[in-house]
């Protein structure tokens, strides 16, 4: 019996998955399908893929080619399955040719010639409008922005709007995007509005993008108080529209994993997050000097207090912030203390004085930890009473991460994510809520 594979996303299934199954059948008497996950397509850097897992092996099975499914999750599969499988023909399409001449010395490989004019790329797009992205400030995160949205399929990154014009005209030749001197026609460009301009603009620019009826992704902080959240939110759901906090943290796959690990009832009862993170900054940089609006807490207190919020929930007792300030006021290293009914909390962020960047979970059976930088995650270690036991998990975490973030706004656009729980709403306006508590906290003790 000669037994042949073939591997595959096949997603929106098509004429050319179907004639590929088709062909590759009748190499042999008995065909494999490897079916790729949707965190090994992640890890891949093909983002954006539509229909779920079970929905590509049914229509697999409809075809009648496959004699048997199975399930791709890592690249270095193939080769274990070819032998797993007593494989003697591997076979993909002719868009992968050379590619998999390594498996020659195992199986023979056959790349079949590819259907023309059809992919699942071009059917996503087709059923997607492409949405065009505007971009307001000219910054270092606004030009990290532009090369990772470039690899987003589904968007295209129309122009730029900064009231320094000059600043504006750089970034847009740079990028070789259009320049808008005039906000309402920026407006009227574009259908996603990306804010990356100082966290004090960020208010007016939210309520001026949903007032336009635009989508908005705004970066962390998106605002500094909780009720201005809880109104631009409102105001979103109220108009259909997708407003969307850009803490590229949440968005990563191996976050998305460890707390998948975290809630498992792995380590039991989760009694204890600490989360730091430290980036050393210049003393006149802007994050040092900007005497409203810098310091470390408001800088970082995002990327700290996100997994004790996620983790710990909402409804902490007490809340508690300690400072080091420097000589104008602003917060160096900062620590914040919250009191739950289950369990404590602490987050530490600093831009003056340097840490051990790292995430502790403690629960009643063990501990997940996760080093530095954890708040782009690709490795964590899960601890238990037990010294010799330790389980270890990696992900992938491709480029800049803010990918990952600008494909989960698209679904939830595209209305192909059915909800906003890798970052909700509520999690955004407490985090708000706790700036705005630290904020008024300073101001007390400056008075
Ligand atoms: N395939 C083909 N002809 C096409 C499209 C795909 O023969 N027009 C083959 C691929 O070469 C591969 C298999 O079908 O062997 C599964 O491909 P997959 O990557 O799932 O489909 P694509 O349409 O290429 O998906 P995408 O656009 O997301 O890359």
Redesign the pocket.
């Known amino acids: 019996m000669v037994k042949v594979i073939?591997y595959?996303?096949?997603?929106l299934f098509?004429e050319?998955?179907y004639?590929?199954l088709k062909r590759a059948k009748a190499l042999g008497d008995y065909l494999i399908v490897g079916v790729t996950t949707e965190s090994y397509d992640k890890t891949r850097g093909?983002l954006g893929v539509i229909d779920p897992i079970l929905t590509r092996i049914e229509n697999i099975k409809k075809t009648g080619f496959a004699d048997e499914i199975i399930i791709e999750e890592s690249s270095g599969q193939k080769f274990s399955d070819i032998k797993k499988y007593d494989i003697d023909i591997f076979t993909?399409?002719s868009?992968?040719t050379g590619m998999f001449d390594y498996l020659k010395d195992y199986c023979q490989v056959v790349y079949?010639e590819?259907?023309k004019n059809?992919?699942?790329?071009?059917l996503r797009e087709q059923r997607q409008q492409i949405q065009r992205i505007g971009i307001i400030g000219t910054g270092r995160i606004a030009n990290r922005f532009m090369t990772e949205a470039k690899l987003v399929s589904g968007v295209s990154t129309q122009g730029v709007y900064n009231p320094r014009l000059e600043s504006a005209r750089e970034f847009a030749k740079r990028w070789e995007i259009e320049c808008y001197e005039d906000i309402e026609a920026f407006f009227g460009a574009v259908d996603i509005v990306y804010i990356a301009s100082p966290h004090q603009t960020h208010y007016e620019y939210i309520k001026s993008a949903l007032e336009h009826r635009k989508h908005v992704l705004c970066e962390k902080p998106m605002v500094l108080r909780k009720e201005q959240a809880k109104e631009i939110f409102a105001y979103a759901k109220e108009h259909n529209l997708i407003l969307f906090e850009g803490i590229k943290t949440s968005y990563c796959p191996g976050f998305q994993k460890l707390l998948g690990i975290a809630c498992s009832g792995i380590i039991g009862n989760i009694r204890n997050v600490e989360a730091c993170f430290t980036k050393l900054e210049n003393s006149d940089s802007r994050e040092l000097t900007d005497a409203m609006y810098g310091g470390s807490f408001i800088e970082l207190g995002s990327y700290v207090m996100l997994p004790i919020l996620k983790l710990m929930g909402l409804d902490y007792e007490g809340i508690a912030f300690d400072s080091i300030n420097g000589a104008n006021g602003l917060d160096l290293f900062t620590r914040v203390t919250l009191k739950y009914k289950t369990g404590l909390a602490t987050a530490t962020c600093g831009l003056g004085v340097k840490s051990e960047g790292r995430l502790l979970i403690s629960g009643t059976k063990g501990y997940i930890v996760a080093d530095a930088p954890w708040w782009k995650t690709t490795y964590f270690e899960v601890h238990y009473e037990d010294t010799g036991k330790v389980d270890k998990y990696s992900e992938t975490f491709l480029g800049d991460g803010l990918r990952y973030e600008i494909s989960d706004m698209l679904a939830l656009i595209n209305r192909t994510a059915k909800n906003d729980f890798k970052l909700t709403r509520g999690e955004s306006i407490a985090l708000a809520g706790i700036i705005e508590q630290f904020i008024e906290k300073n101001q007390e003790r400056e008075k």
Do not use: E, P
């Open positions: 073939t595959g996303t096949f997603d098509h050319g998955h004639r590929l093909k993909v399409g868009d992968w079949l590819r259907t059809i992919s699942s790329t071009m």
